[in-house]
């Protein structure tokens, strides 16, 4: 009987507890913060368009890989977590049809078709945002909240503090370029305008902590970004050694959501420790570049997706010089 | 000098409470004892005994053939059952001599006899260890009296003696550098004598307080011996990376550490030195770790080569429970077996049993998460290698340096996606090696 043989495989005979699965599950846990805080902020409908964008992307991959006859990856959760960041970079407001064909786009168009998890050459949540900006430019760019004068227990439900409380719908980005001054204290937890994930600092921070403090993610990508886009500024933001100029672009607008979620994806980033920081660099720089010079404020997803296109001459560029060797092997 | 560590390496569960207060029992064979005769790097030994003839312990029953091969001893009296081919530990059918054993113990006469190194000549060192047959008891089973051969002895400035024992599980140097460390210091002195300008330095993991204590005790008596502790780290016990930890100095795989000064020998082999220079006994027992989770009572044995895992086994207890996996030697860079009639060899450092098979997992594809590069104590690039080898792609493999891999399996440990890199790096290893030796 062949269960009463031993197994016989190569070494090593033992494997660390870490799997794909689990460090889909501490990104998605770590999500979470940030979409209650969505939730909270926007009303009922950010929640049914996260779940929109799961659900298709989620059905997409499972449906794909069922028609290709190929066993299903849809339990590795890397799908799940690809509809909660698109959900994430949507206004609360958005059309949960247009939400549905983006969850598709990213998984059918950019991850599957090159080979699923893995192989995309750029993040699946931000090509499909950048899709959808294209396709739909009005409703992606539009972050009314409807206001109400005098709400009940169903208002705060369906439509959220911000349409309560009165906050502004334009994003805090827009108003400083538009030279108007922003509340840092609103822009910190989040009372402010902009897509579903992006708007409470502190609900995101919690969520990096947590990845870093489980090894899922490092500090090199999202610190060097961060900090780049702000020495970025300081030069050539045009208003010197200005704190709330400054927070205002460190916190305002998806800098923190893509620096900690987007850009430390592990398939579309760097793979060496130098590669990740020249990687963090580049991004810092090009956010900085699209929100000085370009026409919307924001900058972020297109310099991510940008950057994405470059790892593969980062990775090449930053090649391990492997131990005992004058030069790194790639040069011989 | 070098940091006590290396860049690189993992930290896992090491297993060593298990059987690291158990002090070495010793264990008489039972049954038939089997000898390969190729249980060293180099050619194998031939035969000089013929079937029915009778041997004593201590007797050489097959010798080494050219320079870099090692002799092979009896460790017990008895009559050449069958000179015939037998399955070892790797899987394969050596030709190996089986001797019966008629429990009595006779020696050879010159067997035990004290002898002071002190007054003997380097030639005459070299030519004990080699008669003795002792090759590097760590894992590898290079020659000893070759390593101890270097092209100028005057230019080696460092012995290091390999007391790390990185890979989990394993307890069988930790005893000996406990209950003989005299052995330990002797053997190293021996050595010593050998290379004029040369400081001998105990490298033992600082996992490891007790035998660093004692060790250091002795050592503090020699002016020109002394311990280092390094950092807990696998694989602090890989030569590249020990020579390394101490001294500093860089090897790639192509270099042996006598061309960066060093020789580095591991605590079991020095202490067989030891045994052959100055008590006239060669290499006939080594301590083995019976450990795991499977295993009744896990302990460390002094074994004659050549017993069959089976009488180890039962000495320990036998299993628990149906194990799913038993391994010769650590769980990183051991062998897995399908039965264990198998023999103890000269580099067999441990017997595991573990009743989950941790390896038997589902590969899926690779996330690109980079763990593998941090882990590699080479700062090579497995997840790259393990590509290039799946497509068979040997040119490519040998430019990115997959040649220098050192098997140690720290990329296939941490990989999240459960991708046997070292399997497929080790693999297009042994292919091009296999390739360039019939060119």
Known sequence: ????????????????????????????????????????????????????????????????????????????????????????????GFPLWMAALGGIFAILIVKMLFGGLGQNFMNPALAARAFLLISFPNRMTDFAVDKIASPGVMDYLQKGFMAVDGVSGATPLAAIKAGESVDLYKMFVGQIGGTIGE???????????????????????????????????????????????????????GLLLGAFFMATDYVTSPITPKGQIIFGVFLGLLTGLFRHLGGTAEGVSYAIIFCNLLVPLIDKATRQKSFGRERAAVEK | MGRSTFLGGIHTYDGKELSMDKPTTVLLPRSDLVFPLSQHIGAPSKPVVEKGEKVLVGQKIGEAVGFVSANIISSVSGTVKEIEKRLTVQGTMVESIVIENDKEYRTVESFGVERDFTKLTKEEIRNLVKDAGIVGLGGAGFPTHVKLTPKDDSKIDYVIVNGAECEP??????????????????????????????????????NKPEAIKKLSELASKENRIEVHSLKTKYPQGGERQLVYAVT??????????????????????????????????????????????????????????GIEYWELLEAAGGFKDKPEKIVSGGPMMGNAMYTSNVPVTKVTSAFLAFLKDKAA???????????????????????????????????????????????????SYVCPSKRSLTQSILQTRASILAKRKKA
């Open chain 1, 1 to 92: 009987m062949l269960s009463d043989l031993y197994h016989v495989s190569a070494a090593p005979h033992t494997r660390s507890s870490v799997t794909t699965k689990n460090i889909m599950q501490d990104v998605i846990i770590a999500l979470i913060p940030a979409g209650l805080f969505g939730v909270y902020n926007f009303g009922i409908h950010a929640l049914m368009v996260i779940a929109v964008t799961v659900l298709a992307c989620v059905m997409t991959e499972f449906l794909y890989c069922k028609y290709r006859k190929k066993p299903a990856t849809v339990g590795d959760y890397s799908a799940v977590v690809t509809g909660i960041l698109l959900a994430y970079n949507v206004p609360s």
């Open chain 1, 199 to 253: 708007t409470s600092v502190i609900a995101i921070l919690m969520g990096a902590a947590y990845l870093v403090l489980r090894k899922v993610i490092s500090l090199r990508i999202p610190l060097t970004y961060i900090l780049t886009t702000v020495v970025f500024m300081l030069i050539f933001g045009g208003k010197g050694f200005d704190t709330t100029f400054l927070l205002g672009q460190v916190c305002g607008g």
């Open chain 2, 248 to 305: 500093g100095r860089k090897l790639n795989s192509r270099k042996l550490p006598s061309e960066v000064g060093c020789v580095v020998d591991n605590v079991d082999t020095v202490i067989s030195v030891y045994m052959a220079v100055a008590k006239s006994t060669p290499l006939i027992r080594r301590i083995i770790t019976l450990s795991g989770d499977a295993i009744t009572s896990p302990g460390n044995f002094n074994v004659a080569i």
């Open chain 2, 169 to 206: 599980y394993l307890t069988s140097d930790y005893r000996m550098m406990l209950e003989e460390p005299e052995k330990i210091i002797g053997g190293l002195k021996v050595i010593l004598r050998l290379f004029e300008n040369a400081k001998g330095i105990i490298a033992i993991e600082d």
């Open chain 2, 361 to 411: 997992v589902e590969e899926s594809p690779c996330i690109r998460c980079g763990k593998c590069i941090l882990a590699c104590p080479l700062q090579l690039m497995p997840f790259e290698l393990a590509a290039l080898s799946n497509r068979s792609d040997e040119d490519g493999f040998v430019k990115k340096d997959g040649m220098e891999c050192c098997g140690c399996g720290c990329c």
